[in-house]
């Protein structure tokens, strides 16, 4: 079931809906694969998009190489934070979404529909979620693996709480908790006298860090989590 029936319509809390349902794609994703992909490899050998340059801006002095010599996720990534960014600080749409995120109630007295609203942003989140799983395939390895994903979803969780609930500053969280990730290959490729344990650690040790000591100064949407009973 979707989750955005479990926690708007069924009032389910969001934590726990969230949970069982990974719990469930885990599990789902792992009997498919095995049942499927390991027996029949030509069906998880997708490939991958490969990287598209831009002429000129890729020239720039270490910004070109990073930004604009990547595949196509990339790019829509970068115009993803561009447009909700917009969307939802510039534009009618944007003032009616953090309207139903702080105070449901007074929006639905204006004429808001505050459930059609929380289900239409919980469908368009979904498909940036989509987007961001595909990167793995599609965009990075070529293939499916069980747990190829390995927590990252939970890093960005963190980044959205260490952005404050905001597109451009959940991205220069992501920065950050990318940077320790890649920092960890590397010292592991340099051969850095630390077990390899603890390497493997790094980047979710930043998260820990870091929404630990972030997560008491942002304030987030006022009915974040809450079910809205229309009165």
């Known amino acids: 079931m979707d989750p955005g029936v479990l926690a708007i319509r069924y009032q389910v809390d969001q934590i726990i809906a969230g949970f069982f349902l990974y719990l469930l794609a885990l599990g789902l ?11 029949n490899q030509a069906l998880n050998t997708p490939g991958r998009f490969q990287e598209l340059r831009i002429p000129v801006l890729s020239d720039l002095p270490i910004v070109g190489p990073v930004v604009f010599d990547n595949n196509v996720f990339v ?16 534009t009618r749409w944007g ?15 204006v004429g808001i529909r505050v459930l059609a609203t929380r289900y239409r942003n919980v469908i368009l989140g979904g498909m940036v979620a989509g987007i961001g799983g595909a990167f793995f395939t599609l965009g990075s390895v070529g ?9 990252k979803g939970f890093i960005g969780l963190a980044a959205m709480i260490f952005g404050r609930w905001n597109p ?4 220069g969280a992501a920065l950050v ?4 990730d890649s920092l960890q290959t590397k010292l592991s490729i340099l051969g850095v006298p630390i077990p390899s344990e603890f ?11 870091v929404v630990a000591g972030v997560v008491r100064r942002a304030r987030p949407p006022a009915a974040d989590g809450k079910p809205y009973v229309k009165g």
Do not use: K, N, W
């Open 199 to 209: 390497l493997l650690m790094a980047p979710y040790l930043a998260t820990i860090l």
């Open 177 to 180: 908790f990318g940077f320790a």
């Open 29 to 39: 994703t792992s009997f498919l694969s095995a049942r499927f992909l390991q027996r």
């Open 95 to 109: 003032l009616r979404v953090r309207a139903v995120g702080e105070h449901p109630r007074a929006a639905d007295t």
């Open 75 to 90: 790019y829509l990534m970068l115009a993803l934070i561009a447009v909700v960014h917009v969307g939802l600080f510039r």
């Open 168 to 171: 451009i500053g959940a991205f």
């Open 143 to 151: 293939r499916f693996d069980e747990g190829m994903t390995a927590g």
